[in-house]
């Protein structure tokens, strides 16, 4: 059984093959914030979306989650050319209503803190690189009640270029002695495993990954990952 409550199933089987047996040795993550560790799209779908009512317009939320999957960036740029709208100001305006949002409505998916939690009690670490700011990772993981399981970030404010850029990955493994062939990249866009590749890791992609996603894992919830990482028929020693 699993730290979860079920054995692996043959399709979650499949993947440890697919990551060549490198998943064995696993005992770091590094994770993406927003789509990955926080179910944060939805309440960013709703702040474009009090944007665009401000200017009288409207757009579904799915249509905006989906756009703002590839960025943020991309999804104000689309929707102020849609729109006839001034993108500066509409990018303004938008972060109003998102500050508005509070943290706590921002959950962690379900199973991460548990996934975290292991990884911890296997003497391993999680990090973080995102493009979200400091301030805001920071409240979603006290919202979260995660602060205590992270070693360290990367975000925005650090000097290292966007993902699929591997730069700020290879800064969080150096600056935290992460060996490469005991970590995996957590993440829900293709610019995530583009990254951990370049850098060396194990890859991890969370949700239905598009065609052209290479991942070494794919996995739709949490649950799986931990059976993946932890079965409880596996001896595991301290190894980072």
């Excluded at 060396?200 to 969370?206: D, E, H, P, Q, R």
Aim: net charge negative.
């Amino acid at each position: 059984m699993s730290p979860l409550g079920r054995p692996a199933s043959p399709r979650e089987t499949d993947h440890l093959r697919a990551a060549d047996g490198r998943i064995d040795a696993i005992r770091n993550i590094i994770w993406d914030v927003d789509g990955t560790l926080f179910d944060t799209y939805p309440a960013i779908a709703r702040a474009f979306r009090a944007a665009l009512h401000e200017s009288g317009r409207d757009a579904g939320l799915g249509r905006i989650m989906t756009l703002a999957r590839d960025s943020l960036a991309h999804c104000a740029a689309s929707l102020a050319e849609e729109y006839g709208l001034d993108q500066a100001g509409f990018e303004a305006v938008v972060a109003r209503h998102y500050e508005r949002t509070r943290p706590e409505d921002q959950p962690p998916f379900p199973g991460v803190k548990e996934v975290c939690e292991q990884i911890c009690r296997a003497d391993g670490q999680n990090v973080i690189v995102t493009h979200r700011g400091p301030r805001g990772t920071a409240e979603l993981l006290a919202a979260g009640g995660l602060s205590e399981l992270f070693s360290g970030w990367i975000t925005r404010a650090d000097p290292y270029p966007r993902k699929p850029d591997p730069a700020a990955f290879n800064a969080i493994i150096n600056r935290h002695g992460l060996r490469r062939d005991a970590t995996v990249a957590v993440g829900d866009r293709d610019i995530d495993i583009l990254a951990g590749k370049a850098a060396g890791v194990v890859t991890c992609f969370f949700g239905e990954a598009p065609a052209g996603v290479d991942a070494d894992i794919t996995i739709t919830d949490f649950g799986e990952l931990a059976r993946l990482l932890f079965p409880t028929d596996r001896q595991r020693s301290s190894f980072r």
